[in-house]
């Protein structure tokens, strides 16, 4: 947060502008843009401007949860067009699923997003996202996709296994999510692209600065959601544009000379055809009625990076957290692994023969490792703030009206910790709450558990990320226990397009 705050001072200097103009702004919002013509029409409270959420900005998601608690539906005024806030499972329904051609990621989000995210799943409409959708669709539904991946998992677990046996042995403390983000990034870059990134090891110094310019991207890129300034200062080249468009330069530089290697890899013709996910769109291209140039061929496979490193580190950062605080489930998931992946047959001293042991059934099998890391995506799910561009007039449940360019926000986060939804004790951290009585995992409906989205956009790497956190989780928290390494330190969350811990998560481990 510290690098995001530093990066975007300069643009700090556009919200002081504010100061001088009060009155005009208090017209605009109230009497501008129609302002006399919508009050003819049921909108939500107003309950603040966007200038709030800046001012908010570290504390973002906790301050859109206290307005969710007193209402399920609100807005907050803009210059730039109305913006429709929900934490209503029966809104969210009706943008992602009832009325889903009328909603989507619009001009608004492609606009913030087209720079990091290009021509991306992530960022587009229509006949790109269908298309992209559908070769998503095929390839992970694919066995040899599958195999391949799974092994990658069960490699990267172990080598994290060994790196936080040295820190056990030394009783070090250690950076669990420092770790599980360049684990995670080794091995979805490995699937993507085919290539060792090895971030884990730093051999590749190319790659840790890829990595590295990645992360910061996808902070900047998030500040353009609450600055409403960025065009100014990336116009004029300073603040959080400059610092973003130097961090895309790094990424475009590596990805591309990656894409070339692989390209003249896959070329020769002793090389075999590649298990992973950009030799599989290589010969979609061959295809005689497909058209697919390079810098769509990386939008779509970095989209796809962004999705499976962001998803896994982030969600299994927290995870850990939570089991830290609460070590009864830690004991819980030991007991459930041994007896599930061993069959309570043997005792396993070494990583890689255990990790060998994991296969989709035991996987399937684990709900109560299932369920924890669903009551974590729950508290704190990777893109805690989701947004639908309207593209014409609508009527929402409850009456609300919705004017084509309106923006309506739904709240993956506040909705996680909404008690009208799960209870008095929603904030709490109780994964039994998705079991039944026999202990087997319940889903909840999707619209109301917003973690992968819902409806035709729900987010076909589900059980992707599922394999792999699963995958990570069981081989960890069979050789180790876990605590935090200050238990008086309060964790909180940067600020960006993803949900992870500020400063880290700093745990101790001790060999089991």
Known sequence: MAALVAASAASAVEFLLLAAVPAFFFFFFFFGSGGWKRRQVLLPPVVGTIFHQFLNLQRLHDYHTELSRLHKNYRLLSPFGRQLYTADP???EHILKTNFNNYGKGLYNYINLRDLFGDGIFAVDGDKWRHQRKLA???????SLRDFSGSIFKNSASDLARILSAYANSNEQFDMQ??????????????AFGFELDCMG???QDGVEFAKAFDKANEFTLLRYVNVFWRITRLLGVGSEAALKQNLKVIDEFVYKVMDIRFKEIANAHQEKGDDILSKFLEEIKHPQTTMDTRYLRDIILNFVIAGKDTTAGSLAWFFYLICKDPSVQEKIHREVKRVVLLETKECTDFVEFSRNINDESLNNLH???ASLTETLRLFPVVPLENKVC???DILPGGYNVSKGDIVFFQPYAMGRMEYLWGEDAESFRPERWLDDEGIFQPESPFKFVAFQAGPRICLGREFAYRQMKTFAAVLLYFFQFKLSDEEKVVRYKTMTTLQIDQGLYLQASSR
């Open 391 to 393: 593209f014409s007039d």
């Open 178 to 191: 420092e770790l599980l983000m360049k684990s995670t990034m080794d091995s979805t870059f490995k699937i």
């Open 137 to 143: 669709s095929f390839n992970f539904s694919t066995k």
């Open 368 to 370: 109560y490792l299932h």
């Open 90 to 92: 029966a809104v969210v």
């Open 202 to 204: 730093g051999s590749n």
